[in-house]
């Protein structure tokens, strides 16, 4: 087995490594001035099963470098090639909200099996799609990241009342509560724009017993956040904690969030970030194992020898 990690993902790269008890190589990755990319791998793959590890966190920078490096691989020998993505970027839009538009979800899950032979990420943003094997022909594993969040509540905030934000926050709130013990509430939202939503007000008296969690499984633009804080303040409760499976954060997010009214800010290692406080590198070292060595149909592989013919 032979881990290869994009430069961002060195430090989670060799915590992967030592939870699979394989070696780690960090692929080189070179981008010109013109902005196309030179990807290089070691030499050592001939015969060994590879996993790639990368997270999407900006999926139209990292795809192309990524299917460079998984055909690669093929190319010097890899038996197999998977891929773990601690984020899955593409998955939100899963139909047609406005005519016209693309359906990015399935396209972007057979842009990736084409490359490789299995996927594991940690909670990807599905909501009309139950299942990742509704996306993907290839084995895809999914990681729940709610029991590791609900052993941190359950640590440094006994006494948490957690918060969901909106009605697509639902599924992690409803997990982590019942895994941790504690009351929870879901907010009401509508969007009107990337930036702009309008949130419903909390009603559970326990929440200005206890600490507001506002949990979400990711952070963007912040303003999904940042009204649940307002309202919260609106309310006469504490300073609440966010925490987020898959730190986004895009543009000034992160500051919005904590100017708004928040304690604190935390999140799971999916995304390298100054939040990162949960680490989720043994939950996908162990769902790797059970995928190491599956392959996919023939008739999907991509590598040199199916370019020549």
């Not at 599905?126 to 993907?136: A, E, G, S």
């Not at 043994?282 to 599956?294: C, E, F, K, P, Y």
Request: glycine fraction near 6%.
């Amino acid at each position: 087995m032979l881990l290869l990690a994009f430069p961002e993902l060195a430090t989670a790269g060799d915590a992967v490594a030592k939870e699979l008890g394989c070696d780690l190589r960090i692929i080189d990755l070179h981008r010109f001035p013109d902005g196309e990319s030179l990807v290089t791998l070691p030499e050592n793959i001939a015969g060994r099963d590879v996993a790639i590890l990368c997270t999407l966190r900006d999926p139209d920078r990292l795809a192309l470098p990524l299917r460079f490096a998984a055909v690669t691989a093929r190319e010097l020998g890899a038996n197999h090639v998977g891929l773990i993505a601690p984020y899955l970027g593409y998955m939100r839009q899963d139909r047609r909200f406005a005519p016209g538009q693309a359906i990015s979800a399935p396209l972007f899950a057979e842009f990736i099996e084409e490359s490789f032979d299995w996927v594991v990420t940690v909670d990807p943003h599905l909501h009309r799609i139950p299942v990742l094997d509704r996306l993907f022909s290839i084995s895809a594993k999914r990681i729940a990241a709610a029991p590791l969040i609900a052993d941190w509540i359950a640590a440094e905030v006994p006494d948490a009342v957690l918060l969901g934000p909106d009605s697509e926050s639902q599924q992690w709130v409803n997990d982590v509560a019942a895994l941790v013990g504690r009351p929870f509430e879901v907010l009401q939202k509508v969007r009107t724009g990337d930036k702009n939503v309008e949130i419903s007000m909390p009603h559970s008296a326990a929440l200005r017993d206890g600490t507001p969690v506002i949990l979400d499984d990711i952070a963007s633009s912040g303003r999904t956040m940042v009204q649940a804080i307002e309202r919260l303040v609106a309310a006469g409760t504490r300073p609440p904690v966010c925490l987020v499976i898959h730190a986004v954060f895009a543009g000034s997010a992160h500051d919005d969030i904590l100017a708004a009214g928040a304690a604190r800010i935390v999140s799971t290692n999916t995304i390298p970030h100054p939040s990162n406080v949960i680490d989720v590198s043994g939950l996908l070292a162990r769902a790797s194992i059970d995928l190491i060595g599956t392959r996919k149909p023939a008739s999907r592989l991509i590598g040199k020898e199916t370019r020549d013919e």
